[in-house]
């Protein structure tokens, strides 16, 4: 049985695409064979369908082609322009070889004895030897004494080199085009992808030999510049395939933004800011010199804070001016003068963009459990580069540029593997919420509305910030009642009704999983805080892996390498907020 969709062209023409009604399950006979209308929806044939549009995706997309196949990249926006590296400029952990056993330590150290040493030293060392290539592409770093100081990037410029050089080689780009579910060959492995195209008005197919996730993580359309696009789109379509998240209990990142635009979250010009309440009573905010992470929001929760950056000397106003623009131009467009004058400023979720959690990898090829499935960038867990920590900035760009190779040259060669019949194999659409439903009513889901009741559920600090056994027990009890809406009858009359509907069911089952991951690790550790059990419990060395759709589980998958110190005891009430 099928439900056919009809989309709205215009008011002469329309096309009838086809989505099966019944979702893929765990027992074969029940799973949906994937059926075409071969007269609208677009059907296409790959080696490797790396997913996303950022850097890691173009990176996948790079290193799988050149291993000689053929690649489809598929974005949900336009490929250049679209996800958070696009919207402005970022620094890159890639120091010089005689730093790295110093920043290697360093970054170990704020993992919380939760990092891995050697994936942090490959990580280095891969962005290190990767960036040079950036430059032959034809980005341009700056120069000191006749060399490239290759320590930053910008994002706008950046992606545009990456852009060209993907076609260049030949990577076919499929542009606003989101892709939605996986296709499961009968043996498990992953075999492609399916999704709806916006300015085509149009499903389509890819069928492949592997897939790369790399859309980016989830920041529950909370209006973080660029991320908008991160949705967790990734995730929901790697569990529903058999894959597992990892850490998911370190989703809950805020970053610091001007209320009056809260949508640029730039914390460095913070760290030379001032302070104060609404009657203008110095709060401090500051430890040893340095912004106290968990200043802010403890500080939003008891009323209103305003900053100035009256800190900033002349050297560093220009660093601000120039470096971090982007952050500049609210108070330039407001006419504001920064630096004299009070703003209030606010906290924005930012979710697993700058937390941590995301699609578990098994192997240094960034392979998930799904045979032939890979994951890269913010959509995969960077548990073994930051712990619990956040990954924000220099360790995320380095990570996307590192572990978007490793999965490119992993989906190649398993690729290759399959032979040259691969596209024959029969396959499955393992798509299930907010794509298709049991449901015998004509009655569907408010997608808006399934979004804005998750959203009360993560934004307030009160609840994702501050966390206590009994407000995760409330929050999941109504997330639960939002993921049985999603299961109900999805709206496609038109693509943007059929991807609406998809994230809905994707931003609801993110929030369940950080939640109840963060409902069953009972210490507080980096961005994980919990005010009922408010200590680092250095017998907690593990992962926890989850999952689930319906019925939700974790795991402990504990660390057994030996540490480089000796564990101790610590109070930490402490978040990274950036």
Not at 229 to 252: P, R, Y
Request: charged letters at 20%; glycine letters at 10%.
């Amino acid at each position: 049985m099928t439900l056919r969709l009809t989309l709205r062209v215009n008011a002469e023409q329309s096309r009838g695409v086809e989505f099966p009604k019944q979702g893929a399950t765990t027992n074969k006979e029940e799973k949906q064979l994937l059926t075409v209308d071969s007269e609208t929806e677009l059907q296409l044939t790959a080696d490797v369908l790396v997913i996303g549009g950022g850097p890691a995706a173009a990176w996948a997309a790079s290193a799988a082609a050149a291993q000689g196949v053929k690649v489809i990249i598929a974005d949900k926006g336009f490929l250049g322009t679209s996800g958070a590296a696009a919207a402005s400029g970022n620094g890159i952990m890639a120091p010089s070889p005689e730093n790295w056993d110093k920043v290697v330590s360093e970054r170990y150290r704020i993992g919380n004895n939760l990092a891995n040493l050697r994936w942090i030293e490959r990580v280095i060392e891969k962005t290190w030897l990767s960036l040079p290539l950036v430059e032959d592409w034809g980005y341009r770093f700056p120069k000191e004494n006749g060399e490239s100081v290759r320590q930053s990037y910008y994002g706008p410029e950046y992606m545009r080199v990456l852009r060209k050089h993907l076609l260049r080689v030949g990577v076919q780009i499929l542009d606003q085009s989101p892709a939605l579910e996986l296709l499961l060959a009968e043996d498990g492995s992953v075999a492609g992808a399916r999704g709806v195209q916006r300015q085509n008005h149009r499903t389509y197919t890819v069928r492949a030999g592997a897939v790369v996730l790399a859309n980016g993580g989830c920041a529950y359309l909370s209006k973080a510049l660029g991320c908008n696009t991160n949705t967790g789109d990734g995730l929901l379509m790697a569990v529903e395939a058999g894959g597992e998240l990892s850490s998911m209990e370190a989703s809950n990142h805020y970053a610091i933004s001007t209320a009056f635009n809260a949508t640029v979250t730039r914390g460095v010009p913070f760290g030379w800011a001032s302070y104060s309440d609404e009657a203008g009573n110095d709060l401090g905010g500051y430890i040893n010199g340095r912004r106290d992470p968990a200043f802010l929001p403890n500080a939003l929760l008891k009323g209103p804070v305003y900053a100035r950056l009256d800190r900033a000397t002349p050297e560093v106003k220009a660093v601000i001016e120039k470096s971090h623009f982007i952050a500049y131009l609210p108070y330039k467009k407001a006419g504001i003068d920064p630096y004299t004058e009070r703003v209030p400023v606010t906290l924005v979720l930012e979710g697993t963009v700058r937390g941590t959690g995301g699609i578990r990898i098994i192997n240094d090829s960034c392979g998930t459990k799904v045979p032939g499935l890979y994951a890269a960038g913010d959509a995969a867990s960077r548990e073994f580069l930051a712990g619990l920590a956040s990954g924000g900035g220099g360790p995320n760009a380095a990570w996307a540029i590192s572990t978007g190779q490793w999965a490119g040259e992993g989906a190649a060669a398993f690729a290759k593997s399959l032979g040259a019949h691969a596209h024959e194999r029969v396959v499955y659409l393992a798509g299930q919420a907010g794509m298709r439903s049991q449901s015998t009513t004509s009655e569907t889901f408010d997608s808006q509305a399934i979004v804005r009741g998750v959203q009360a559920e993560v934004f307030p600090l009160e609840k994702n910030y501050l966390r206590s056994e009994q407000k995760l027990l409330d929050s999941l009890a109504k997330l639960e009642t939002l993921w049985q809406q999603v299961q109900g009858n999805p709206k496609q009359d038109t693509v943007r009704d059929i991807e609406f509907s998809r994230r809905a069911a994707a931003l609801t089952a993110v929030a369940r999983w950080g939640y109840f991951s963060a409902l069953h690790r009972k210490e507080t550790r980096s961005e994980h805080i919990r005010i009922d059990y408010p200590e680092t419990d250095p017998n907690q060395r593990y992962y926890q892996a989850t999952g689930g759709l319906n019925k939700l589980w974790v795991r402990r998958d504990w660390i057994t390498d030996e540490t480089t110190t000796s564990p101790v005891l610590t109070t930490q009430t402490t978040a990274s907020v950036s």
